[in-house]
């Protein structure tokens, strides 16, 4: 599983099986991040993995392939997948957009609603559409 592509719909379908099963976290598993995974079974007497995994779901659905990719097929056996794809022109629009992006993104981390590691994953992901 390590040289191939993580489905987005496979992904999903692990996240929302996460809801209803007692065993939640697998596709933090399948996504490669067994860390992830552990907490959730760890927790899984608890409903926030389930919770969690439905947030997921729905979020790894709202992505288009390609922003799925980048978040989760990026590793360094696949990087001849992105050499190949063209980087978007950063035009000033999607500038302001990722800056505001940004902005929203501190203001969660300075009310507490996310961790630091979480603000730090999410800034290199937004500031790496910019490049």
Same mark, same amino acid.
């Not at 496979?10 to 995974?37: D, R």
């Not at 779901?57 to 590793?75: C, I, K, M, T």
């Given at each position: 599983?390590?040289?191939?592509?993580?489905?987005?719909?496979?992904?999903?379908?692990? *996240?929302?099986s996460?809801?209803?099963? =007692?065993?939640?976290g697998?596709?933090?598993?399948?996504?490669?991040? =067994?860390l992830?995974?552990?907490?959730?079974?760890?927790?899984?007497?608890?409903?926030?993995?389930r919770?969690?995994?439905?947030?997921?779901?729905?979020?790894?659905? *709202?992505?288009?392939?390609?922003?799925f990719?980048?978040?989760?097929?990026?590793?360094?056996?696949?990087?001849?997948?992105? *050499?190949?794809? =063209?980087?978007?022109?950063?035009? =000033?629009?999607?500038?302001?957009?990722?800056?505001?992006?940004l902005?929203?993104? &501190?203001?969660?981390?300075? &009310?507490?609603?996310?961790?630091?590691?979480?603000?730090?994953?999410?800034?290199?992901?937004?500031?790496?559409?910019?490049?």
């Amino acid at each position: 599983m390590l040289g191939k592509l993580k489905s987005r719909k496979i992904a999903a379908l692990l *996240a929302f099986s996460g809801t209803v099963i =007692p065993i939640a976290g697998l596709h933090k598993f399948y996504l490669g991040q =067994p860390l992830w995974g552990v907490l959730y079974l760890l927790l899984s007497w608890t409903p926030i993995p389930r919770v969690a995994s439905a947030i997921e779901g729905v979020w790894y659905l *709202a992505q288009d392939s390609e922003e799925f990719d980048r978040n989760f097929n990026q590793s360094e056996g696949n990087i001849e997948v992105f *050499a190949a794809t =063209p980087n978007q022109s950063a035009t =000033p629009n999607r500038v302001g957009a990722i800056a505001d992006a940004l902005r929203q993104l &501190d203001d969660l981390r300075q &009310d507490g609603l996310i961790s630091e590691y979480e603000f730090e994953q999410k800034r290199r992901q937004l500031l790496n559409k910019i490049v």
